[in-house]
């Protein structure tokens, strides 16, 4: 399984940014893919993450109003549509997999993940 992740780089306050995730090499199926990120010092957070059958997102309460999720089912392709940056939102970005429905957007429950992508909000 590789999920790379792309579209990190250095953004000033306000500005935006997005992170795309290719994902390959599945062999067996996953309820909702999407993004975790890490902060310097902190514990993982789940961001958001959509499923894959019926395209049902989940997005958590600190970045509703700035983040979006999408996909391109063709191109096995999900994005991270990042508005509004803060320097807060500094971190490594994850793309990963949750295997059910209870479990998604929580890090310990993971299915896979890959190397991340780093995000860096800065004047």
Known sequence: VQLQASG???VQPGGSLRL???ASGFTKDYYAIGWVRQAPGKEREGLSC???RDSKIYVADSVKDRFTISKDNIKD???LQMNSLKPEDTAVYY?????TSLSVLDPQDMDYWGK???VTVSS
């Open 20 to 22: 795309a995730c290719t």
């Open 77 to 79: 392709t999900v994005y």
């Open 116 to 118: 991340g992508t780093l």
């Open 50 to 52: 959509i499923s894959r």
């Open 8 to 10: 990190g780089g250095l």
């Open 95 to 99: 793309c990963a997999t949750w295997g």
